[in-house]
């Protein structure tokens, strides 16, 4: 008696079966992240407030409805925030059947991209960011005076705290297309030079200062993250 191995399915069924499965889980995640963001907004004059103390600025605003427009994107930032452990969840729900996740895979999954997105952002939050914003208003002088809008502000230290975060989820997106067949671990292994190159322009691009330092800051911690990623895909015995 023989058995059959049912064969992966092609790229563009898996991605079929993806997109099928993450539709089913929108509504509920917008319904989660509009009530989460109602309710956050009533708290965000004190979440605002201690934003403002940890970097020391004195803020300003230009137009009627900024102050209000700004306190909804920060009672959304800390809405996602909160919520990345269920957004991730769906998101690995649903790579789970077309790409062939164990349930034991996708807990680990849901953990760890859980966890480095965590660590990102409070990388970001309490190391690069307080160092950007104090060499960025290092230009400031007698002729230059800052006046800093509240809602650029917060558009700023959202936007590169969220960036913080996905970025760090590298090894994760390494481990699952080595074990998902569309990247080899000998390709991270033999590319470490383009590695290096590509972690240096998303590094230049994302960092909020263009100096060698908070590259550093970003880049620095992504290499090991990348290095991480080939270690862990070995202790797998992931090829």
Not at 155 to 184: D, K, N, Q, W, Y
């Amino acid at each position: 008696m023989t058995t059959t191995v049912a064969e992966p399915a092609p790229p563009g069924k898996r991605l079929l079966g993806f997109l099928l499965e993450i539709r089913k889980t929108i509504l509920s995640l917008g319904c989660g992240i509009g009530l989460g963001t109602f309710g956050f907004y009533f708290l965000s004059p004190a979440i605002f407030a201690t934003v403002q103390n940890h970097l020391h600025q004195k803020l300003a605003f230009f137009t009627v409805a900024e102050p209000f427009v700004a306190h909804v994107k920060l009672a959304l930032f800390v809405t996602l925030f909160l919520l990345m452990p269920w957004i991730v969840f769906c998101f690995w729900r649903a790579m789970a059947r077309p790409f062939g996740l164990s349930t034991k895979a996708l807990t680990a999954f849901v953990f760890f991209t859980s966890l480095l997105f965590y660590l990102g952002t409070l990388f970001c939050y309490f190391v690069t960011l307080p160092f950007g914003v104090k060499f960025l208003l290092g230009f400031e002088s007698e002729q230059l005076k800052s006046i800093i809008s509240v809602g650029k502000f917060v558009s700023f230290v959202t936007i590169f705290v969220l960036a913080f975060g996905l970025i760090f989820e590298l090894p994760i997106f390494m481990i699952f297309f080595a074990r998902a067949g569309i990247c080899p671990r000998s390709t991270f292994e033999k590319n470490r030079r383009y590695a290096v190159l590509a972690i240096s322009i998303v590094a230049a691009l994302l960092t909020p200062t263009p100096d060698v330092v908070n590259m550093m800051l970003m880049g620095a911690p992504l290499y090991l993250l990348y290095e991480m990623g080939i270690i862990v895909l070995k202790i797998m015995k992931i090829n």
